[in-house]
């Protein structure tokens, strides 16, 4: 099994406001479903109102990010899934739920995690 990170950035989403609960209902149901089909593994909205840090070696912070990269905001879930087919459909499933496109990524197999 393969962990896929699927996501989209926060400007994406758009909807009507009156929408608003409907998309809430309709992504949390996505995400119950993957949960009871055993393929969720973590998931969340990043906290735009909490500035990010950079935390040093020597454990030095500093405000922002890496030099040249954008700040990550959105919404991201990481299902484990038996192939690069099902997590494109479970991606579908979100964009739906969302109504925005999905990115999806497959994390790296790493023995050691």
């Not at 896929?4 to 400007?11: A, E």
Request: aromatic letters at 10%.
């Amino acid at each position: 099994m393969t962990k896929y990170l699927i996501s989209f950035p926060s400007d994406a989403m758009v909807f009507p406001e009156e929408d608003f609960q409907t998309v809430v209902e309709d992504s949390h149901a996505v995400i119950a479903e993957a949960k009871a089909a055993g393929v969720y593994v973590f998931g969340g909205g990043i906290d735009e109102a909490v500035d990010p840090v950079l935390v040093a070696g020597d454990g030095t912070v500093t405000e922002g990010t890496h030099p040249g990269h954008q700040v990550p905001n959105g919404g991201y879930a990481i299902f484990e899934l038996p192939t690069r087919q099902a997590a494109l459909e479970w991606a579908a499933k979100i964009a739906v739920a969302c109504r925005c496109p999905q990115e999806v990524r497959q994390f790296g197999y790493d023995p050691a995690s």
